[in-house]
């Protein structure tokens, strides 16, 4: 029996959830960042972060590596590219939208979720799209080598990992120029389309319109992962992040 520790806000578990159900797999789902599922996430992952999938006895922490493990263990409607370049590629599309795109988007997006008693940071969202535009570049100067709308065939690492990201560009307030982007908006467009991605955006609507109402999720203090300081840090809102840190709002892994 699989079992995925997910969280319908995490684009890291719905990045999971997407590829076990493109693969489909029955799984069960435990919404792990809730309080009251709190002691179970540790028992699996000391650093209490989702996702996490039990599949018997195999414990698999970390997206990219359940990913990996899916298609190791369930080769069938493979989630990788057959060909080794394209699926370097992909992995590349992968890494950058868990590590950089990820990143952007959950620090400027703090204001719409969590609990706060001040304005969002001026200047932050502008730091946002300027450097959101060198990734749809990079990602456009990939597409370039492959034919439209789904470059790799099938949907891949790369669809899973870049979606919840994309999806939420339009709902921030960032801006996909169509013209500027032609191969990307079009990628966008197809995953739009696909029931898959359909089902997941459904799924998190639904989970956004219930997590102001619930005292079971933490909403006060903000977990902060290692990528997401670092584009804060570097894009010089530094003051902000520390004074969250002196004001007791900041939680670690544990």
């Known amino acids: 029996m699989l079992t995925l520790f997910s969280n319908g806000f995490s684009p890291f578990a719905r990045k999971v959830a997407m590829a076990l159900e493109y693969k489909e797999l029955v799984f069960e789902t435990v919404d792990a960042l809730s309080h009251d599922q709190h002691q179970r996430l540790l ?3 000391p650093r209490a972060e989702v996702p996490v999938l039990l599949d018997d006895d195999i414990c698999v922490v970390n997206s990219s590596d359940i990913l990996a493990f899916l298609d190791q263990k369930y080769p069938a409607r493979p989630i990788y590219p057959a060909e080794l370049k394209a699926r370097v590629e992909a992995r590349a ?7 950089r795109m990820d990143a952007i988007l959950l620090d400027c997006s703090i204001w719409t979720w969590a609990e706060r008693d001040d304005a969002p940071l001026p200047g932050l969202k502008e730091a946002g799209q300027k450097d959101l535009e060198q990734l749809f570049a990079r990602i456009e100067a990939v597409l370039s080598n492959y034919s439209a709308p789904l470059p790799f065939g099938h949907n891949t690492i790369a669809e899973f990992a870049l979606w919840p990201h994309l999806a939420a560009l339009r709902p921030m307030g960032f801006v996909l120029d169509a013209t500027k982007y032609p191969r990307l908006t079009e990628w966008l467009l197809a995953m739009r389309r696909d029931p898959v991605f359909v089902a997941d955006l459904r799924r998190t609507a639904d989970f956004m319109k219930t997590i102001g109402t619930t005292s079971n999720f933490e909403r006060r203090k903000i977990f902060w992962r290692g990528d997401r300081i670092e584009w804060l840090l570097a ?7 520390f ?11 544990e």
């Open 43 to 45: 028992a699996v992952n």
């Open 243 to 253: 004074d969250e840190i002196q004001a007791g709002r900041v939680l670690w892994p």
């Open 235 to 241: 894009r010089g809102f530094h003051q902000w992040f």
């Open 93 to 99: 599309l992968e890494r950058l939208a868990d590590v």
